[in-house]
């Protein structure tokens, strides 16, 4: 096979003679940082913190107060070491995560590929779904199927221009209108600064079954099998050499931070809010509508419009993020998975303009709407969570493993000391995450409750 025959022109790669970074371009000088350089890490911060995230932390406010609040920026920072991780393989070898996985083996194939595939069509209603209920709460006239049909077609638009400057401005944007929708919607409940310093002390609460909800919490704050979409951004945004390295993880650990500071705020309202007043809220998405009308109660039908407006923003964000970033990494599975690992490199990596791509954007967008009008399958459902429960441990295992490799990446780029420590609890707290949810999701085959 022709090195050159899956090259995309639009896509700027090093010397495609060689396999992995020259010498020449593992030393080269760093791009500069400046306060700006931001990008893939906003797309993938918004991409991750979705509505589900949004009703986690509510709820955990509203439970427990201000007592999980360091839980929650232990969240942020496991999500800065994964991404990091997962963006300085990418940067260190030319390799994107997928190609990375398959020098482990071939296991790695087929478990991506059967999540990716049962993921996509069941995260395709769930993700429609969600963006339908704050516009039938603004709107409530229409129905919101139609919201939810017409937000995965325009998601679908958007996304099959293969446009990712326009996709990145777009993110930009909502994750703006988000920021200053909980933060603003936070600010109006006036809350206590010293009782929120005071819930950075990590404690954990007596109750039973609190200990999974803290490893919830920390493990829930924005992310699953889109953080493993980093490097695919990276490489849309021509951030593909070693020389991005300081501006990728300027880029990862600022939009993950604004992500924590978003999320501390939307715990902020969840205790005032909620638990001074003693409400409970739906679970799943629905839970934002009742705060929505809790606000509305207590402040006027204005501010809950201005957080329904947020709400919508965290929710397209999330939409956009995901047909364009898991579209790429289905069309570098469908390219690479039948090759030999030792004959792949960055350049195998299609774009969205590749039918793979194409096909998994209809995936995600066209069949999922048969579930906006029928009850979810059972099983579909039950096989969707049990793979999910161990996708987040399989990447934070296969990242230990990959950067610690000799063979390809670069010995100043491999992890140190502190990313194994860190890499090794991230790992540890989502195995434990993994094995729960796992319990939970296969317990109605054995007539437990689910």
């Given amino acids: 096979m022709s090195r050159g025959d899956h ?58 107060g201000y007592g999980l609040m360091w839980a ?7 999500k800065i070491v994964l991404v990091e991780g997962g963006g300085r393989y990418y940067l260190s070898t030319g390799k994107t995560i997928f190609q990375g996985w398959r020098t482990l083996g071939v296991w790695t194939s087929w478990y991506f590929g059967i999540y990716i595939m049962i993921w996509g069509f069941v995260y395709g209603a769930t993700a429609m779904s969600s963006v339908a209920l704050p516009l039938a709460a603004m709107f409530p ?23 990712y400057n326009l996709i990145e401005k777009l993110m930009t944007v909502l994750i703006g209108i988000m920021f200053v929708t909980v933060l603003i919607s936070a600010a109006l409940t006036a809350p206590n600064l010293g009782e929120i310093l005071n819930g950075l002390i990590p404690r954990i609460p007596s ?70 007043a003693g409400i409970a809220i739906s679970a799943g998405d629905r839970g934002l509508l009742d705060v929505g009308n ?24 999330s939409l956009l993020g995901v047909w364009h970033g898991v579209s790429l990494m289905f069309a570098d599975f469908w390219t690479n998975f039948r090759k030999p690992a030792d004959s792949i490199d960055q350049d195998d990596a299609p774009s969205l303009s590749s039918k793979p791509a194409r096909f998994y954007l209809l995936w995600l967008t066209i069949l999922p ?41 670069p010995k100043q780029f491999r992890n140190r000391w502190y990313h194994n420590g860190l890499l090794g609890i991230t790992a540890l707290v989502f195995v434990v995450l993994g094995v729960n949810e796992l319990i939970k999701q296969l317990a109605p085959l054995w007539g437990g409750g689910a």
């Avoid at 919101?144 to 446009?163: C, D, P, R, T």
């Avoid at 889109?226 to 600022?254: C, F, H, I, Q, S």
């Fill in 141 to 163: 006239g229409v129905d919101s199927k139609i919201f939810a049909i017409a937000s995965g077609l325009i998601g679908l638009g958007l996304v099959w221009l293969n446009k």
């Fill in 294 to 317: 809790v606000l509305a109660e207590k402040y006027g039908e204005v501010f809950a419009f201005i957080f329904l407006i947020g709400f919508f923003a965290a929710s397209f964000s």
């Fill in 7 to 64: 090259v995309d022109a639009g896509h700027p790669v090093h010397n495609p003679n060689v396999v992995g970074f020259t010498d020449a371009e593992i030393n080269e000088t760093p791009v500069k940082v400046k306060w700006n350089s931001l990008g893939p890490g906003i797309v993938a911060a918004a991409t991750g913190v979705g509505a589900a995230d949004l009703v986690a932390t509510l709820t955990a406010g509203s439970r427990y």
């Fill in 369 to 409: 709407m048969s579930l906006l009008f029928l009850d979810r399958p059972i099983f579909l459902i039950l096989l969707y969570g049990t793979l999910g429960a161990l996708f987040m441990p399989f990447f934070a295992i296969t990242l230990l493993v990959l950067n610690n490799q000799k063979r390809f990446v």
């Fill in 207 to 276: 109750e039973d079954g609190a200990m999974f909800y803290v490893l919830g919490l920390a493990g829930g704050v924005g992310g699953t099998i889109t953080l493993a979409a980093y490097g695919y951004w990276l490489r849309e945004k021509g951030w593909n050499t070693p020389k991005w390295m300081k501006v990728m993880r300027y880029d990862n650990a600022t939009s993950y931070i604004l992500t924590g500071i978003f999320v501390i705020a939307t715990m902020i309202m969840g205790v005032e809010l909620l638990n001074s």
């Fill in 72 to 78: 929650v920026v232990l969240g942020v920072i496991f």
